[in-house]
Every structure is written in C-alpha cells, then in structure tokens.
C-alpha cells in the first residue's frame, strides 16, 4: 500500500491575508517565507521554524466570504502537539497575554487540550498525549 510520511503543509483561507499573517506570526511564531499573486487570491507563506511545518494563508478574492464554522462541512480543526503537559498551561498564559480568546485547559483520558480561535474564526488547539 502507498504511504505517506506527514503533513507536507496546510493552507486556510482568510478573509485579510495581512492580518491573518500578522496574527499567526505574533501568536504562533511563525516567520513569513513569501508573498504571491494568484489567479483570483493572495497567499502569504510561513513556517514554524521548530518543526518545518508551512501554513499558506490564502486570501480570495470573489468568494464569499464568511467567518469560518466547523459544523459546516470541511475542516473542523487544527490541533499542534506539545511535548509536555505543562507546555499547555504555557500556552495559556500566552494566549492571554496576546488577547486572544481561548478555552480553559481541559484534561481528558488520553491527553489534555487548549482551544483558541484566529482571526477568523479557524479552530486551533495545542494537544498534550499523555504517556501509554
């Protein structure tokens, strides 16, 4: 059977390409690589330097535009793996400093999770496996 060996890079569509590129670099700490103009959209490129993965936000510019909801169709969301449990209070912490809206750390059987949302309205999660 063919395989694959992980995520290669994820693209999202936002509704402002600049702020979106702003956030996620202030946020996250991912670092803008290039800036293009497609056919009918705008993407700006980053990439976490820790882990090499590229996140492509891409700005269309005749879709309709509407703030992103996961019980549609499509993605629900993204979740970016932390080391240790106590990388997830980190992040919480942080999140606050930046402003930005997030859930509470919830514990659950397998892992923990931290939940927050971008600019426009994408599902993000920092997610802890607990050890086996």
Known sequence: MASFTGISH?????SD?????QWYAEVLGLKRVAKSER??????????????????LN?????DVRTF????????????????????DAWQKRLAE??????????????????????DNIQLEFWWTKPR
Not at 77 to 82: D, I, K, R, S
Not at 100 to 111: A, Y
């Open 69 to 88: 909801d996961e019980r549609n169709s499509g993605l629900d969301h993204v979740g970016f793996a932390v080391p240790e449990r106590a990388d997830l």
């Open 98 to 119: 930046a402003g930005v809206k997030h859930s509470p750390v919830e514990d659950v059987e397998v892992g923990a999770a931290l939940v927050f949302r971008d600019p």
């Open 17 to 21: 390409v600049e702020a979106s590129a």
């Open 39 to 56: 056919e009918g959209r705008t993407m700006v490129v980053l990439i976490h330097p820790d882990t090499n993965l590229i996140i492509g």
């Open 10 to 14: 994820l693209d999202l569509s936002v």
């Open 59 to 63: 700005e269309h510019h005749t879709a």
